[in-house]
């Protein structure tokens, strides 16, 4: 009784599968659980701008080929300045922060007016994000301060 049971069970999972599949390939798409993941590496930057997907502000932007173009190299300069400045030891959050703020201009330079401004509300998203992702941290920390098992015996 319990075979019979597994195997209704799993043809019938089998069968839903073998739907869902045939019906998401009707309308042009894949199942997410199959979908194939493609991750670009980003460059490694704070301004919050597409960590996840590098072709992301170029989206976002609607930047064309030369546009691109000029976004990677500015980005690719920044990397190595960035390394150069660690690597020296005056890494300090004020040269960090000079250094970003030179490729926010570099990368302006680059855009549109219209662009320009989709660019300030990207970065304005992003700080908002990273704010409260760091509030929420902090909350988290606090949390786990006011419940410490030594706390709790006293």
Known sequence: MKISFFSSFLLVCSCLAIS??????????????VAPVTVQSAPQNNSGIAQENAAAPYQ?????EEQQKQFRQIDA????????LRNSGAGDSA???????????????????????????????????????LQKQQEVEAAKVRTSPKQAKQ
Do not use: C, M
């Not at 219209?114 to 998203?125: G, W």
């Open 20 to 33: 869902v599949w045939q019906v998401s390939a009707q309308s042009g798409g894949v199942p997410a659980a």
């Open 60 to 64: 976002a932007l609607q930047l064309n």
């Open 95 to 133: 040269a960090l922060q000079a250094l970003k703020d030179e490729r926010t201009a570099a990368r302006k330079a680059v855009l549109t007016p219209v662009q320009i401004k989709k660019y300030d509300e990207i970065i304005a998203y992003n700080k908002a994000q990273k704010a409260a992702q």
């Open 77 to 84: 300069d920044y990397a190595d300045k960035k390394r150069a």
